[in-house]
Structures are given as structure tokens and as C-alpha cells.
């Protein structure tokens, strides 16, 4: 596995937001985390981004143990995070915020091809490069975000609530964008509130409830749960 995570516990004081979780996530994977609000989403995908100490687990990336290892070196093994609200400096360029991307010494050195393979993907940040982020749309400043993590040339990227707050063509265009990450040979982690989007680009998914994995699975295998349906579905 590229990614495991045994028994994690994440606490916020004396309250415990994530427990006992364990999840995999395979090279060329996509595996999607879906739950209702509060139920420890981001929490889970902070500690995985190393931004979280755990209090207790394991996390490894490709066999090598990360727990222990200070927040700004999980980016230099392969971990990048697209995160909720995607964190943008406002006032600084479009092509400032995604120079923030690649700050190691191993991204730095291709900077200028990661800078076109991320205007390839996103042909209207090239336009835009000498722009303040603030000025892009939702949508635009969702592209800077993962792009930002692409600069780092993860091995896996992990999304924290991507669609929120778009519109749904934007959000369709988010997704194939999700799936040409992966076709380019990046795992991703996926956490999202859309839930019929991240079951339909997903290999697997867990389904995390008030900080717990309650089932996990294919895809299809969850569809049919009537929990899943009744609770997420609205059927
Ligand atoms: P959402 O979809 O609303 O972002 P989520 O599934 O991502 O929800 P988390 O934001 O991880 O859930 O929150 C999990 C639990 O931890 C919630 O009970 C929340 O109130 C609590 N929590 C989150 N952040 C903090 C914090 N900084 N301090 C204390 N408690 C927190």
C-alpha cells in the first residue's frame, strides 16, 4: 500500500475527534472518505497531512513511518494537501500561490515544468498568472488550490472537500480534473459532502461516523447498503 493508517486517534483537548481509524489507500488509487458534518473528515485528513498530531496509530507512506515527522516534511515524501476553503493568499498572484507549491529543493529544481503542466491542465490560470487570487471565481481559485499541491509533485494528493460551494458544472469539471490526477499517476484521498460524486469516481470508500469508520467498501457494495441510501442518498 502507498498510504496506511492503523488505529488512528486524533484528540482537539480532552475531545477525541477521530478513533480508531484505519484506512489504505494504493498507488493509483482513488479512495474516498465520506460522513456528515463533524463527523471527523477534515480532522482525519489534517493528521494525515501531518498538520494533526496523533495521539496514538501509525501512518505509514510507502513503508516509511511518518508519525513523528515534523508537518513541513510531509510534503518532501509525497503528501500534499488540497484543504477546505483552499487557503489562498489573496493578495498575491496566481502564479505567487502556486510558486508556494514547489518551496523544497526537489520541486524547486522542475518548477518551470510542474508551472506548465499545471497551466496544461488549467489553460485559464495562464491567462490569469499575474492576477491577485482574490479576483479569480470560486471555481478558479479551487484550480490555484490543487494546483499549489501539484507543484510539490506529490505521490498522493489529498482533497479536502473540493466541490463545496461550486456550481455544479463547475464541480463535474473538479471531478474529471480529480480523475486526470490520477491517470497521471498520483493516489488520491478524497474527502467530500457530494456523496454521489465521490462513490462514482472512487475504487473504494470508507464512511466515517462521529469519528469512526462504519463500513467501508466498493463503491457499488455501499450503493446497495440501505444506511448508505437512507442517509446519504435521500432514498
Ligand atoms: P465538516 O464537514 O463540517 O468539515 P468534518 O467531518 O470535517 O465536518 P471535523 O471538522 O473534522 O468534521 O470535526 C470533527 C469534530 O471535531 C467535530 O465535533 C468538531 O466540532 C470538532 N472540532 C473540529 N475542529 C476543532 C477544533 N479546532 N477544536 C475543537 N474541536 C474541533
Known amino acids: 500500500m502507498l498510504l496506511e493508517a492503523r488505529n488512528l486517534h486524533v484528540d482537539y483537548g480532552d475531545a477525541s475527534a477521530v478513533w480508531d481509524v484505519s484506512l489504505d489507500v494504493g498507488a493509483g488509487e482513488i479512495v474516498s472518505v465520506i460522513g456528515p458534518n463533524g463527523a471527523g473528515k477534515t480532522t482525519l485528513v489534517n493528521a494525515i497531512a501531518g498538520l494533526l ?14 508519525i513523528g515527522i515534523r508537518a513541513h516534511e510531509y510534503c518532501s ?19 505567487e500561490n502556486l510558486e508556494l507549491g514547489c ?8 518548477r518551470a515544468q510542474s508551472l506548465e503542466r499545471v497551466y496544461e491542465l488549467f489553460p485559464v490560470l495562464r ?8 479576483e479569480l471565481s470560486g471555481g478558479q481559485q479551487q484550480m490555484v488550490a490543487i494546483g499549489r499541491a501539484l507543484m510539490a509533485r506529490p505521490r498522493i494528493v489529498l482533497f479536502d472537500e473540493p466541490s463545496l460551494g461550486l456550481a455544479p458544472a463547475i464541480v463535474d469539471a473538479m471531478f474529471d480534473i480529480i480523475g486526470r490526477i490520477r491517470s497521471e499517476g498520483a493516489a488520491v484521498l478524497l474527502v ?5 460524486k465521490a462513490l462514482g469516481i472512487a475504487d473504494r470508500a470508507y464512511v466515517l461516523e ?20 437512507e442517509a446519504y442518498l435521500g432514498v
Open 77 to 95: 515524501h509525497g503528501i500534499a494537501l488540497v484543504p477546505e476553503g483552499r487557503r489562498l493568499f489573496a493578495k498575491m498572484s496566481v502564479e
Open 210 to 229: 462521529q469519528g469512526r469508520v462504519v463500513t467501508q467498501g466498493l463503491p457499488a457494495e455501499l450503493l446497495r447498503q440501505p444506511h448508505i441510501r
Open 103 to 110: 518551496y523544497l529543493a526537489a520541486a524547486r529544481a522542475v
Open 53 to 66: 498530531r496523533c495521539r496514538r496509530g501509525r501512518l505509514r507512506l510507502d513503508g516509511c513511518d511518518m
Open 192 to 196: 467530500e459532502q457530494n456523496v454521489p
Open 127 to 134: 491567462e490569469k498568472r499575474r492576477q491577485p487570487a482574490a
